[in-house]
């Protein structure tokens, strides 16, 4: 699943899709808890982060609600995202299972090409989080920016070879 998500992040970050031009192909299930397959767990909550919405289209001669894919990320301030399903259970549990969080700190929205204008990326300043050696609360391993297309390509895919050196820097949990 990851891949076919990728080749269609390439697709939609590309300055030819513009607002109008949504495809019916989606990063991840819309209807599903979580996309499976990607670097961190990405609950349906962020759907509409992730511009995936309900659109109007013409299916069969008739007007329908069909689940479509746009460029336009939005990820913003507080959205917090772990890297398994288990971190959204009882948090006690969820600290034994979880090694990353990202919250994030300050955000701009990406945008499509319109009208002549090339796309935006956007941006997403990221706070670091990982649990203190015995599991029993996240620790702040501070903080890194980069676009919105690149933050999808990271939940996705996991981090780009500068981020992985700063997720390095973060201790992870010892083993019980």
């Known amino acids: 699943m990851s891949q076919e998500a990728l080749d269609i992040l390439q697709r939609l970050t590309g300055d030819v899709l513009t607002r109008q031009n949504r495809l019916t192909e989606l990063l991840k299930p819309a209807t599903a808890d979580y ?20 659109t109007e289209r013409i299916v069969n001669g008739r007007k329908a609600l069909v689940w479509t894919q746009g460029s336009a990320f939005s990820f913003s301030e507080g959205d917090t995202l772990y890297d398994t399903p288990n971190a959204y259970e009882k948090w006690s549990q969820a600290l034994k299972s979880s090694s990353l969080c990202v919250q994030v700190k300050q955000a701009l929205a990406a945008g499509p090409a319109s009208d002549g204008s090339v796309r935006s990326a956007g941006s997403v300043t990221l706070d670091i989080f990982r649990p203190d050696k ?5 620790v702040s391993h501070g903080q890194y920016t980069m676009s919105q297309d690149a933050f999808v390509r990271f939940l996705i895919a996991g981090p780009s070879d500068e981020f992985a050196g700063k997720l390095e820097q973060a201790p992870t949990i010892a083993s019980a």
Do not use: Q, T, Y
């Open 35 to 54: 996309a499976e397959g990607w670097f961190m767990c990405v609950p349906k909550c962020f759907n509409e982060s992730l511009d995936i919405r309900l």
């Open 134 to 138: 015995r599991g029993s609360k996240l």
